[in-house]
């Protein structure tokens, strides 16, 4: 669906990284973890594109405003990093903006009691926090994030506050065990043998290695990809990643945003 | 008032306003169901076909520039088979005319695209892309040679008795000659402009953004040059003209008519709100009410000079 959204409220959660709270019609509480937002950060033709954000969080609350009833929020989560995150960040309580959504496939959410394993990258955690939410619910999760310092490091109490375990590295060690997140999860799973599934977001070389210990370890493993797209549903082309020669799967083309964001780690080729 | 009368007709084509949906940004149409509602619209042009499936380019594809954007997706599409057995079977069910963008790489496989696609009963007319280079005669684009353009055409007229429009490329020096070669091989209509051929640099990195180095430039950014060439060629020839090139709203549509066209196609704007062309048709109406005019085929080359 197509909607206007109300700034509730937008904060710094790290240097260069912020948190944005917005109202959302009751219609989008049916999405599902994993499925991404589009975004146009300003009502004028430049920036022209809608921006893609992977929805961070979903619920109700009571409204601030009107009889009290529940209201439905969207939150997400980025990164400064271009002109279009520079005037998100700029956003204020109050202000509106016009959003597409939900759009994509989302995570399928396995078997329920067995172990999940989280693995987030930066901002890549966008998605693993609803996913987490939704997951927790059935099964023990555990959750490994990784980034260059601890910065990076975004919302470990909010995971914590679910009941996920949560194990940290940095590449400067500033925070957690110094050294690469693919690296400490990877010495977790040879420690403990039970059925497992997989569920990682962040950079291509995190994926790529999460891609292969899940390969490695015969482990079932979802990646939800980023990629530059301009409609978010399957018509520009633009955003397509290459799909691997797999019995099960057609080995061209596909598009993160309509045949992803999340795809099974099978499904991809990964040179 | 009475409302106005928004319909037009292209070769045979009556579509109920004159607001069609530009090739490559509007899918199969069905993609954008949930958005739009097809049957407000004039016409749907589907995502260039060709004969065989196609990959398409390397990516990064796009990159956004400012009031536009440039895209290298190389055609990418499902081949002819594929569109017959899972494209048309929804388009079937839209009571909205369907026309089909087309494409090969020689002259013999437009026509064989055009011969097939003339038996399929849920395509109203084609639209020949021109952009593409002829393989057959060193990689010349046909799109860029008269000659080479009136051939094709001629080729494509030959081989379907549905409408055939052609879509030209702007990335010419003469685009009146371009559009006179097409006339003469007796081109039903034509649509200009496709995009213009740009590039944008990472300075960081010291690497074209795009993979393919250079793509088509899209969006408000074209608009200036899109109305310049519509009004060229709406003087020179005495076929039917669609209009595009970064219409963004009603008033931009208008504004194209006013040049020349008969109808106008929505492209980049799809992107940004998937129901622009369902808006910008209603808004047409609105502007035509407001100013009490009748017909919009009363605003047709009204421009005055």
Request: with cysteine; charged share 20%.
């Amino acid at each position: 669906m197509q909607f206007k959204s109300m700034v509730i409220s937008n904060t710094e959660a790290s240097p260069g990284y912020y948190r944005m709270r917005l109202t959302a019609p009751h219609g989008l509480s049916t999405s599902r973890p994993g499925q991404f937002v589009m975004v146009k950060v300003r009502d004028a033709i430049d920036p022209l594109l809608r921006r893609p954000f992977g929805i961070f969080d979903l619920g109700s609350s009571v409204a601030e405003f009107g009889d009290g009833s529940e209201q439905t929020y969207l939150e997400i989560l980025y990164r400064v990093v271009g002109r279009g995150t520079v005037m998100l960040a700029t956003l204020h309580h109050g202000d509106h903006l016009d959003i597409l959504g939900p759009l994509g496939k989302g995570f399928e959410q396995g078997t329920p009691t067995e172990e999940k394993i989280l693995v987030g990258g930066g901002v890549g955690l966008a998605p693993l926090y609803y996913l987490a939410k939704e997951l927790v619910k059935e099964s023990p999760v555990r959750l490994f994030i990784g980034g260059r310092t601890r910065e990076d490091i975004l919302c470990v109490t909010e995971f914590e506050r679910l009941g996920v375990e949560t194990y940290v590295a940095t590449d400067d060690g500033t925070l957690g065990v110094s050294g690469l997140v693919t690296e400490v999860m990877e010495r977790h799973l040879t420690e403990k043998n039970q059925a497992k599934t997989m569920f990682a977001c962040g950079p291509m070389p995190m994926l790529k290695a999460v891609a292969e210990i899940a390969r490695r370890n015969a482990i079932p493993c979802q990646v939800s990809l980023e990629a530059y797209m301009a409609c978010g549903m399957g018509a520009c082309l633009g955003c397509v990643v290459k799909g691997r020669e797999h019995e099960d799967y057609r080995p061209d083309y596909r598009c993160v945003c309509k045949d992803g964001p999340v795809f099974d780690f099978r499904e991809l080729q990964w040179i | 008032m009475k409302r106005p009368d928004m319909s037009v007709e292209i070769a045979g084509i009556n579509m109920r306003n004159p607001v069609m949906t530009a090739s490559g940004t509007f899918g199969y149409g069905e993609e954008f169901a949930g958005y739009v509602d097809l049957e407000t619209i004039g016409a749907i042009i589907t995502k260039g076909l060709s004969l065989k499936p196609r990959a398409g380019n390397p990516t990064p594809r796009i990159v956004e520039t400012p009031g536009g954007m440039l895209n290298a997706i190389g055609l990418q599409n499902v081949g002819l088979e594929a569109f017959i057995k899972t494209k048309t079977p929804f388009l079937r069910t839209v009571d909205t005319p369907v026309i089909v963008n087309l494409f090969g790489n020689t002259i013999e496989e437009y026509a064989e695209l055009a011969f097939h696609l003339d038996r399929v009963p849920e395509v109203a007319g084609v639209e020949v892309n021109i952009s593409c280079p002829n393989v057959k005669l060193g990689g010349i684009v046909f799109g860029t040679d008269p000659k080479a353009a009136y051939s094709v055409v001629r080729a494509v007229r030959e081989a379907t008795v549905k409408p055939v429009i052609v879509k030209l490329s702007p990335n010419v020096t003469d685009i009146v000659e371009m559009a006179h070669a097409c006339a003469d091989a007796d081109a039903d209509a034509l649509s200009l402009i496709n995009t213009l051929t740009g590039m944008a640099i990472d300075l960081q990195k010291r690497r074209p953004v795009l993979a393919n180095v250079t793509g088509g430039l899209s969006g408000p950014a074209i608009k200036p040059v899109a109305l310049r060439m519509v009004w060229q060629v709406a003087r020179a020839v005495k076929l039917p003209i669609i209009g595009i090139g970064g219409i963004m709203s009603a008033i931009d549509a208008l504004e194209f008519i006013l040049a020349g066209a008969t109808a106008v196609q929505i492209g980049t704007a799809n992107f940004l709100d998937p129901s622009a062309a369902q808006t910008i048709a209603r808004d047409m109406e609105r502007y035509l009410v407001e100013n009490g005019i009748a017909d919009v085929k009363e605003l047709i080359g009204a421009l005055e000079v």
